[in-house]
């Protein structure tokens, strides 16, 4: 079973508007951690947010926010006022807390978003 | 530059040749990391570094994958005999301890056999 799942493959958002990129995940750790990356056609990764599978609040940095439902092992993330420059691969990510030790971060396939004028 | 760094970004390999792939760290960062990314796919896990001690190396694919960091800094990835199901961008991490959220990635190589 895929442990992170993002079934859009694309996306497409007006600029300006705000667009939610789907992630759910697979495990059974109590402490995991979850984390959205932008990869734009340069290929650099680029962090964008964090959410412990602890923390109370849904994260917020700028004008990204992950959703998090935990019962619904669901980590959206959502981009708000959308701008050109946000068009790029978007991966979610787990690290779970129980594993080698290795911290080694699991990624879905991605999403491809791509922001209009 | 304090960024992380890759070289080459781009390398062309004929099938069974070896190649090695080398990443800069950022400076003091403990953890270091190597993924594989296949076209189209998100990055896959490779292997671990904490300093130079090479961690966990289950994610490599064969044993014709190698990577290594004598000195906890610098480290090589060496693929031997190439295949073409090789071909992917391979791309390096490093944090600045092992409990630290954030992984910083380097721009990646492109590696390319035919």
């Known amino acids: 079973a895929q442990k992170i799942t993002q079934t859009q493959p694309g996306m497409f958002v007006q600029e300006k508007e705000a667009v939610t990129l789907d992630c759910t995940y697979d495990?059974?750790?109590?402490?995991?951690?979850l984390f959205w990356y932008k990869q734009p056609s340069s290929g650099e990764m680029i962090f964008l947010i964090y959410?412990?599978?602890?923390?109370?609040q849904n994260a917020t940095e700028g004008r990204y926010s992950l959703n998090f439902q935990k019962a619904r092992k669901s980590a959206n993330l959502v981009i708000s006022a959308s701008q050109l420059g946000d068009s790029a691969m978007y991966f979610c990510?787990?690290?779970?807390?129980?594993?080698?030790?290795?911290?080694?971060?699991?990624f879905g396939k991605g999403t491809k978003l791509s922001v209009i004028p | 530059g304090a960024g992380v760094s890759q070289s080459p970004r781009y390398k062309v390999a004929k099938r069974g040749q070896d190649v090695a792939l080398r990443c800069d760290p950022i400076?003091?960062?403990?953890?270091l990391f190597w993924y594989q990314q296949a076209l189209g796919q998100g990055p896959e896990f490779l292997t671990y570094?904490?300093?130079?001690?090479?961690?966990?190396k289950s994610g490599l694919p064969s044993d014709r994958f190698f990577a290594e960091r004598p000195e906890g800094s610098v480290s090589t990835l060496k693929i031997q005999r190439t295949q073409q199901e090789d071909s992917a961008v391979y791309l390096c991490?490093?944090?600045?301890?092992?409990?630290?959220?954030?992984?910083?990635f380097g721009p990646g190589t492109r590696l390319t056999v035919t």
């Open positions: 991490a490093s944090s600045l301890a092992p409990r630290v959220n954030e992984q910083y």
């Open positions: 495990t059974s750790d109590p402490s995991y951690g």
């Open positions: 959410q412990g599978s602890y923390d109370q």
């Open positions: 990510a787990m690290r779970e807390a129980s594993g080698a030790g290795s911290y080694q971060l699991t």
């Open positions: 400076s003091g960062h403990v953890s």
């Open positions: 570094f904490q300093n130079e001690a090479q961690l966990d």
